[in-house]
């Protein structure tokens, strides 16, 4: 018996040993200037609980803006001018808005207006500040069976589902997207669990790209902010056919979860993180991103303003 | 047919080459692993051995348990990890959620049954005269259990390349608990369906290639493992 409690211990031991290993190695992953260190440890030592990612920056972000490869292309920027890492974790508006509520999160990065002001209003939100904007269209193949193309989006969205054959590719995660798309079913006078349930209407879970390659192979219509749409045209046989109507208005904002609900939050991070895509030189390079590529802007920065148009 | 070649043709590239970013998810998929394999090898030996080697109440079902573990799926234990490590659940405040340190944990819950399992049986193989003799000649406990795990060590190598097998061949566990973060969290298995999704062939072509040659390096380890046991075996009965 004693040798067993012995033996316990000693596995404890080893694991905790291991443990710490590992929590020190992460933290020694990072090569933080003194003030940086300084500003977050202030924050961290403010708190009861200790945060295990002293100098990383974690941000919950829409597919849509990680699939356009706008994410991947700023982090070395913020990194090497804020000393910090950059955890990006892609999984959806719905979902980084759940990761936010529970504070796992320290900033999201979604384009849900409706659930942004709420998040804002409950208190888990410091403030909803847009950073950039560009258009839904509705995609689907050049031959266009239900003829839609040149409609504005809510006759489209009727004529999809009078004509009932061709399928529609729905996000189905609740994303800023998603709620877009409800929008505008509902906008059209249509019963969206109605629409949902039918045989036509395809309810794909998945982040934006996946869903566009997926609408592409089935030759199905899908709802795509434009951004993403461009930098996956090239892979897939989906063309743009309804670019008109005013709910087709797509606005980006980033919001700071607040340390005062969750002490842990990377709070000083979560500001540098604002700060850095709010500035001029960062709203300038979101403007030009994709330019070169794709022959026209995949966003539009907001530079302080909120888009009504 | 001619996209196919040239996606893999660039993949070559990129393995030949030694892509840096093929390098860093390569690395992370097998030290993320190796980790866990480790932790797992310290808590199965003596556990095994233990069980093994000891009546107890309820040890049959204990066995059953370990077996139905075996083919636990790996997003059921990433569900079960996710609740436990998310700032809202019980070890929340850690912060783990996210991290490497998390993966870890969730393999060393995924490949312990299997580890287990099999070591349990590789003990089954051999002499129970062995553990008899060397307690009679004055061995501990602790002794005597080196012991046995020594004679059957081919068979307790084969277990720990199967963990080994099963942790860096999940995608599940890896994607729910870790988040599939850029350069921090991102392994082979997470990394290919995103590219995939992506339409990026070459580069999951390329991450692909390099799982399933780890795959391939596992069997041929196991193969020798098995048929030098065999040789062994032979030469042993042949003496006598």
Not at chain 1, 279 to 306: H, K, M, R, W
Not at chain 2, 111 to 117: D, E, F, I, R, Y
Not at chain 2, 122 to 140: N, R
Not at chain 2, 229 to 237: E, M, V
Request: net charge neutral; proline share 3%.
């Amino acid at each position: 018996m004693k040798k067993f409690v012995l033996y316990i211990l000693t596995i404890a031991m080893i694991v905790s040993i291991a443990g710490t290993c590992f929590a020190c190695s992460s933290k020694n992953e990072t090569t933080a200037t003194p003030t940086a260190t300084q500003t977050t440890t202030a924050t961290a030592t403010a708190t009861a609980i200790p945060s295990v990612n002293g100098s990383r920056v974690r941000v919950a972000t829409t597919t849509s803006l990680y699939d356009t490869g706008l994410w991947t292309y700023l982090k070395p920027m913020f990194e090497e001018q804020y000393n910090l890492h950059l955890d990006i974790i892609s999984q959806g508006s719905g979902a980084a808005v759940n990761l936010s509520k529970t504070g796992d999160v320290d900033v999201m990065a979604v384009h849900s207006k409706a659930a942004e002001l709420q998040f804002v209003a409950d208190g888990y939100g410091v403030e909803r500040i847009p950073f950039a904007y560009n258009y839904f269209v509705i995609v689907g193949p050049a031959s266009d069976p239900a003829g839609i193309s040149g409609m504005n989006a809510s006759s489209a969205f009727n004529k999809i589902a009078t004509y009932g054959i061709t399928q529609f590719v729905s996000r189905g995660d609740n994303s800023g997207t998603h709620t877009a798309e409800k929008n505008v079913w509902k906008g059209a006078g249509l019963n969206y669990s109605e629409i949902s349930a039918s045989s036509w209407y395809v309810s794909a879970g998945k982040g934006m790209g996946d869903t566009l390659f997926m609408a592409s192979e089935l030759g199905a219509y899908t709802l795509s902010d434009k951004g993403t749409y461009l930098s996956y045209a090239s892979n897939m046989s989906l063309t743009i056919l309804v670019e008109q109507g005013k709910e087709l208005l797509n606005v980006y904002s980033v919001i700071a979860v607040n340390q005062s609900r969750f002490s842990w939050i990377n709070i000083a991070g979560a500001n540098d993180l604002i700060e850095f895509m709010t500035s001029n030189e960062t709203q300038q390079l979101i403007a030009d991103y994709g330019v070169d590529t794709y022959g026209q802007s995949l966003f539009f920065p907001c530079f302080g303003n909120e888009p009504t148009q | 047919m001619s996209e196919l070649w040239e996606a893999f043709k660039t993949a070559i590239h990129l393995l030949v080459t030694l892509d840096p970013e093929v390098v860093q998810i390569a690395w992370r998929s097998l030290w993320i692993a190796a980790t866990s394999c480790a932790v797992c090898v310290v808590i199965c030996i003596p556990l095994g051995n233990m069980i093994h080697f000891n009546r107890f109440r309820g040890k049959e079902l204990l066995l059953s348990v370990i077996q139905t573990l075996y083919s636990m799926p790996t997003v059921a234990v990433g569900l079960i990890v996710v609740m436990l490590f998310r700032r809202s659940g019980p070890i929340g405040p850690l912060g783990l959620l996210f991290t490497p340190d998390v993966m870890v944990i969730g393999q060393i819950l995924l490949v312990t049954p299997v580890m287990l399992g099999l070591m349990i049986s590789a003990l089954s193989g051999i002499d129970k005269a062995i553990i008899e003799t060397a307690t009679s000649l004055g061995a501990s406990r602790m002794q005597a259990y080196r012991i046995c795990t020594r004679e059957a060590k081919f068979a307790v190598m084969t277990a720990i390349v199967i963990g080994f097998g099963r942790a860096i061949s999940e995608v599940g566990l890896s994607t729910m608990v870790g988040g599939n973060i850029e350069g921090y969290t991102r392994t082979l298995t997470t990394a290919i369906p995103l590219e995939t999704g992506k339409g990026d062939f070459p580069l999951a072509l390329a991450l692909g290639i390099v799982l399933v040659f780890i795959a391939f390096l596992l069997n041929i380890a196991l193969y020798m493992l098995q048929h030098r046991r065999a040789w062994t075996r032979l030469f042993i009965w042949r003496q006598s």
